[in-house]
């Protein structure tokens, strides 16, 4: 069992900045593939980011909604993954989940929710105009 917890939303202004992190539990946490989902309120989850790890390399892939502004990083010794939201928009706010997969799975596979195996509870972002 994995255990994700989010932490570092908050309401911020557009143009601002905001990091993510979350923390997870279980001891082969680098061989993680990780992920940020969010949801607006009256809307379906959506894909924001992930992190695939196979043979040591990170693969990295983005929402085009967020190519340029947002990305992912982790850190193994620490067990957490990070997203730093840079040039925030009032249409990034939404609930921000993090996920965790197990396995090696492609990046179609990894833009959709289904694939991963554990959720955080989510964390609260909004950006005002």
């Known amino acids: 069992q994995v255990q994700l917890v989010e932490s570092g939303g908050g309401l911020v202004q557009a143009g601002d900045s905001l990091r993510l992190s979350c923390a997870a539990s279980g001891r082969t946490f680098r061989s993680y593939g990780m992920g940020w989902f969010r949801q607006a309120p009256g809307k379906e989850r959506e894909f924001v980011i992930t992190?695939?790890?196979?043979?040591?390399?990170?693969?990295?892939y983005y929402a085009d909604s967020v190519k340029g502004r947002f990305t992912i990083s982790r850190d193994n010794a620490k067990n957490t993954v990070y997203l730093q939201m840079n040039d925030l928009k009032p249409e990034d706010t939404a609930v921000y989940y993090c996920a965790a997969v197990i396995g090696f799975y492609s990046e179609y596979d990894l833009k959709i929710a289904h694939t991963y195996d554990y959720w955080g509870q989510g964390t609260q972002v909004t950006v005002s105009s």
């Open positions: 992190i695939s790890v196979s043979s040591g390399i990170h693969s990295t």
